[in-house]
């Protein structure tokens, strides 16, 4: 017999564009291959579209990609998402970064899940190279016809509608209609990953919300920027901001390669969660 303790469940969840790869999924590939546009003329039409209809920005980038879509003759389809999502760029050490971090986490007595929760388009994240390392992807969707064509959003995720998949992972909810176990109150610890168990990663102005709910409920938000960027003002203003506001509690390169400042960081954060649940236990004897 062995009394070794059950590793705890703990969790990252993750933003996608801008936190695991570079810039918006839609814009590597689909927009100018697929859709025939740039990223810049897209993305106006959509700040266009938004500001005359006074209308939510994830559900206008959607529907314009059905209407551009079906206006070539070229509908969206869930393999045709996946196709191009499997051309996404990721950022420097992002394929090797799961295994490592699982790894630490394991040495640590934390079982360790990865989620993520984006304004992006699931099917496409369910398209990259690293699909499989997440317990679970909460991301913008549409819903198919008989034929396999998308015919409209049927999950559409903005900056504060994440904060919700962020109860449905602290609570155990796998989906996202279920609403009665989401609103359900469960005593913070009893929950299946307790917020002081789960880091938050997110690259910026969507993520404030979630990052600042988060901090709220005891758990850890990290904001990371890309490094190729970082001559630019608005994104040292950015930075400046988080840290200012205290939105964050570090803000770090979107760098994952071992020895990196967010690798050091989520150890770190890892490392704390270990000492503080050995800390729990022992009190509870």
């Not at 205290?246 to 770090?252: E, I, L, Y």
Request: no cysteine; hydrophobic share 35%.
């Amino acid at each position: 017999m062995t009394d070794e303790k059950p590793r705890l469940r703990t969790a990252i969840v993750y933003d996608f564009d801008g936190t695991l790869a570079p810039g918006n999924i839609q814009e590597h590939s689909l927009i100018p291959e697929h859709l025939k546009t740039t990223k810049k003329e897209f993305w106006d039409q959509v700040y266009a579209e938004k500001t005359a209809h006074d209308a939510d920005e994830i559900l206008v980038y959607l529907h314009l990609m059905l209407r551009q879509a079906e206006k070539l003759g070229a509908p969206l389809t869930r393999a045709l998402l996946a196709d191009h999502g499997a051309k996404t760029p990721l950022f420097a050490g992002v394929q090797e970064w799961f295994d490592r971090i699982d790894q630490h986490a394991a040495e640590r007595g934390l079982a360790l899940e990865h989620y993520v929760v984006s304004s992006g388009n699931e099917e496409m994240i369910l398209g990259t190279s690293i699909a499989s390392k997440f317990e679970k992807v909460y991301a913008s969707r549409y819903r198919y016809d008989e034929q396999g064509r998308a015919e409209w959003p049927a999950i559409s995720i903005n900056y504060t509608s994440k904060t919700q998949y962020l109860f449905r992972i602290n609570k155990g909810v796998d989906n996202s209609w279920e609403h009665e176990p989401v609103n359900r109150w469960i005593p913070p610890r009893e929950r299946p990953i307790p917020f002081s168990r789960i880091i938050y990663l997110g690259d910026g102005d969507t993520d404030i919300p979630s990052m600042k709910m988060v901090r709220h409920q005891q758990g850890h938000s990290v904001a990371v920027f890309d490094p190729d960027r970082w001559a630019r003002r608005e994104l040292q203003d950015k930075v400046y901001n988080l840290i200012a506001e205290d939105r964050a509690h570090f803000v770090v390169p979107a760098d994952y390669t071992d020895g990196s400042q967010l690798d050091i960081t989520i150890k770190g954060i890892l490392g704390r969660i270990a000492r503080d649940e050995a800390g729990y236990r022992g009190a509870r004897k």
